[in-house]
């Protein structure tokens, strides 16, 4: 291997810097903010966080810009136009966001754009070649931005450890106090600059050569042809064997074999991509047959894919997940039987994925339109059938009130209405997905009060924890009643679930006390720190998951909160309660350190030995001043 010189490599960051300037420039941006962020614990504001995306969303849209302008001769003029209209679309991309964490926000503009991110990546692959039919020129193109991307993450991964490495040896030598936070900065610093650099520095200005069997990567034949293949033969083997297994108990499929038989297929049009050079030479007669044969293996698969989600959906109607699922499907059955019939243009894999992602992203037809209506439809259905909602308007609605407390009060009974059980539980599902997916509005003219400013007036002031949730507050002005989804796992044979939270008016006496933080825990993100020079972290034990921890410099505390959860198992039901303020405090005075937690919402689930926190959220007190 000949390894470049210090004046290749300068030539090679040179020349990327020239050639893709923007996707550069907004690596440095993404690079810059990210490092702000961490430095100032800033990872919670909506603001920051949209805009760290749309910085990284301009890195590979630029790039996909230059390269296509590079391949079509575009002149100084066509560049710039092409850049003002990838700046228009980034901006428009940014005001999409919700700029702040309300109850109002639904999980739609982030899926947009991871959709939009894609179908960028995949238009990467083939815009140089729009309008040309030089396959292997497509081919060699796709395999250098291929091996410089898995090049690239090797590399930035080496100088990553290595550096991190370095740090925490001087920490542990030389006892210099580097922060935890350099080490997320350095992170972001190597993937986001020297990552992207190094990407396009390695991509060349001809693709368009023609490939021999010498030229062929031998790294790459050993991965696909010993590693790749096997592996896709036994994912095959198990899909096929459980076919059969459906066939002879007549058991109905599982919805995880959707996701399975997506993932699998996905490998193989992977592996048969890498693959591809070997259909032309004489001496690799079983890669074609494999080639053919795998697509035509493929469509049981697919049909047992529609069998899975097609039970979901008449159950239970269509989804976001459920209308990406399908349409990958469809996407998928269409390629099958394309390749099956001997064609043999790879192009067109990422072209048509790119437009069907694109092409479902908007409209009526498009995943959010269509799933919103669907399950819009599925609820009317529901409520007309129990004679709850009449000519679109929603009978014995609760009327409501602020009451002296702020909350909404009803002004009559709640409860008006009645479902069974399992309708009961459609209705809470149904909304809650609305809510989280679509928002409430188109559900408003059901109602005589105007429930929007309802919401809003209820809602006003409050931190977003302790908001009126929506589709709460519709299910019992339908006067049903609100059943939360651990609740409805429990009565279905689940695990005893509880949620806690603590009035909202009472108050707090932080005078003892030199430290305070709000805390939110959960089981994916179990840490909470004090941003000050004697840095506190709360961590749930990982081992013993109904025990904190209170880390501080070399220093820890041990916080055994079992009884006092298990207490709170015995004494409430399953489900959701409000409880007085004085019954959600833990403190402990260990070490010097004296702690309090005023917890103001928890939620445990019971365990065979254990008590696991699933959330805890509240205020963090220390007070390090404590005499022995």
């Not at 650099?197 to 991509?203: E, H, M």
């Not at 259909?279 to 079983?286: A, R």
């Not at 919103?372 to 599925?378: G, S």
């Not at 961590?539 to 006092?564: G, V």
Request: charged share 20%; glycine share 6%.
């Amino acid at each position: 291997m000949k390894f470049p010189s210090i004046t290749q490599l300068q030539q090679d960051g040179t020349n990327a810097a020239l050639r893709f300037p923007l996707s550069l420039f907004f690596g440095f941006l993404a690079a810059g903010l990210g490092c702000w962020m961490i430095e100032l614990n800033a990872e919670q504001d909506l603001r920051h966080i949209n805009l760290l995306l749309t910085f990284g969303l301009g890195i590979p849209l630029y790039f996909c810009i230059d390269v296509f302008a590079e391949k079509k001769n575009f002149t100084l003029l066509q560049r710039s136009i092409s850049w003002s209209i990838g700046l228009v679309f980034l901006g428009l991309i940014y005001m999409s966001f919700p700029s702040e964490d309300t109850f109002t926000n639904t999980r739609v503009p982030y899926i947009r754009y991871t959709i939009y991110n894609l179908a960028i990546h995949l238009m990467v692959s083939f815009l140089p070649y729009i309008g040309s039919d030089n396959q292997e020129g497509f081919w060699n193109y796709n395999k250098n931005l291929f091996i410089r991307l898995v090049t690239g993450i090797y590399y930035s991964s080496v100088i990553f450890i290595g550096i991190s490495l370095a740090l925490l040896a001087v920490n542990a030598l030389f006892e210099v106090n580097i922060k935890e936070e350099t080490y997320a900065q350095l992170f972001v610093v190597t993937y986001a600059i020297f990552n992207t650099w190094f990407f396009l520095a390695g991509i060349p200005k001809i693709f368009d050569s023609e490939l021999s069997l010498e030229d062929y990567p031998k790294a790459l034949k050993i991965f696909t042809q010993f590693i790749l293949i096997p592996l896709l033969l036994v994912y095959l083997c198990i899909l096929y064997f459980y076919g059969a297994k459906i066939i002879f108990t007549g058991d109905w499929p599982k919805g995880i074999v959707s996701y399975m038989i997506i993932a699998i297929s996905v490998l193989g049009i992977f592996t048969n991509l890498l693959l591809y050079p070997y259909h032309q030479w004489k001496e690799s007669g079983w890669i074609k047959k494999f080639h053919r044969g795998y697509y035509v293996f493929l469509i049981p698969l697919i049909i047992l894919l529609f069998l899975a989600i097609g039970i979901r959906i008449q159950d239970y109607g269509l989804t976001v997940n459920r209308y990406i699922i399908t349409l990958m499907g469809i996407w998928l059955g269409l390629i099958s039987i394309y390749y099956s019939l001997g064609k043999r243009n790879i192009k067109l894999i990422p072209l048509s994925l790119a437009l069907v992602m694109l092409f479902s992203s908007f409209g009526p037809w498009g995943m959010f339109g269509l799933s919103e209506l669907m399950q819009r439809n599925r609820l009317a259905k529901i409520l007309t059938e129990h004679n709850i909602l009449v000519q679109n308007k929603i009978q014995n609605e609760v009327q409501w009130e602020i009451g002296n407390d702020e909350k909404p009060k009803p002004i009559k009974e709640l409860n008006t209405n009645s479902l069974p059980t399992e309708k009961l539980f459609e209705v809470n599902s149904i909304l809650e997905y609305l809510e989280d997916y679509h928002g409430m509005k188109n559900l408003y003219s059901w109602f005589e009060q105007d429930m929007d400013s309802l919401v809003r007036e209820f809602n006003k002031g409050k931190f977003r924890m302790r908001t009126v949730a929506p589709s709460k507050f519709l299910i019992e002005t339908m006067g049903l009643s609100y059943v939360p989804p651990y609740q409805r796992v429990i009565k279905n044979g689940g695990p005893k679930t509880l949620s806690l939270v603590a009035n909202d008016k009472f108050q707090l006496d932080i005078s003892e006390y030199d430290y305070l933080s709000l805390i939110d825990l959960s089981e994916w993100d179990h840490s909470a720190e004090i941003s000050d020079e004697k840095r506190y972290r709360l961590d749930t034990d990982q081992d013993i998951q109904s025990n904190l921890i209170l880390k501080w410099e070399d220093q820890q505390m041990e916080i055994n909160i079992f009884h006092y959860l298990n207490d709170l198992l015995t004494r409430y039901e399953d489900g959701y309660h409000v409880v007085e303020e004085d019954e959600m405090v833990v403190s402990k005075t260990d070490k010097n350190v004296k702690i309090r937690i005023q917890i103001q919402s928890l939620t445990i689930r019971q365990s065979e030995e254990n008590v696991i926190i699933l959330s805890l959220k509240g205020i963090l007190l220390v007070n390090e001043n404590m005499q022995e």
